[in-house]
């Protein structure tokens, strides 16, 4: 499969713990997001990276949200110390810019979270 | 602030009869505009953009820009279409896409 790719695909945890998400995104793109959808709504985002380079955050990603690129390949997405609030699922997806053109974004499955 | 308003939750029509999603925006200069769509059980794919004055699946998109709005329409809708369907500008620089809160497509025999 040459598309994006997450893991876990369902997380359940207890509130208090902290999580930690991963994205493989396709393998020639250099912009990453992530997006979080509760049930009944369109994603929101949280953040992306050009590279390893993290551009933007939203005012949705909480002092308990990093997140991380390190080589420029995969992300990494943690919550620390869950609330109930936190549990949806979270989607990332790639896309590739180049020429002053950006190419359409391609989305994971996402990882569904559950906090109990 | 970026406002995207998709003001239909849910469309529900006869397969054969048309279909039209609609979609407006609150932006700053002007953002290229998405359809994406889900489909049970998969994940969320493109359906048009607009500067590629494509038509997918038999449908296409008009933006309005003095109205600032990106509807979606297919003239004879069918089962298959039945899906969540969400408009998505992309902002400035080409940074983001923000995504409207859905409209949900049920297309019945």
């Known amino acids: 499969d040459t598309g994006v790719s997450q893991n876990p695909r369902h997380k359940i945890t207890k509130r208090g713990q902290n999580v930690t998400f991963r994205c493989d995104p396709i393998?020639?793109?250099?912009?990453l997001y992530w997006y979080r959808q509760t049930l009944g709504q369109g994603p929101e985002f949280l953040t992306y990276?050009?590279?390893?380079?993290?551009?933007?955050k939203s005012r949705l990603l909480s002092d308990r949200f990093s997140a991380e690129r390190p080589k420029g390949s995969f992300s990494t997405l943690e919550i620390q110390r869950t609330e109930q609030g936190d549990s949806a699922m979270y989607l990332c997806?790639?896309?590739?810019?180049?020429?002053?053109?950006?190419?359409?974004?391609?989305f994971g499955q996402g990882t569904r979270l559950t906090v109990v | 602030a970026q406002r995207v308003t998709q003001p239909e939750k849910l469309l529900s029509v006869f397969k054969g009869a048309p279909v039209e999603l609609k979609c407006n925006y609150s932006?700053?200069?002007?953002?290229?505009l998405f359809w994406y769509v889900q489909y049970s059980r998969q994940r969320l794919q493109l359906l048009l953009r607009h500067i590629s004055r494509e038509s997918i699946k038999g449908f296409t998109a008009d933006l309005n820009k003095g109205e600032t709005s990106f509807h979606l329409k297919k003239p004879f809708a069918q089962e298959e279409d039945s899906a969540m369907y969400y408009c998505a500008p992309l902002g400035a620089a080409g940074n983001k896409l923000t995504f409207g809160g859905g409209t949900r497509v049920l297309v019945k025999p």
């Open positions: 393998s020639e793109h250099n912009r």
């Open positions: 990276f050009q590279n390893e380079a993290q551009l933007e």
């Open positions: 932006y700053s200069g002007s953002p290229e």
């Open positions: 997806a790639s896309s590739l810019l180049g020429g002053g053109r950006v190419t359409e974004a391609f």
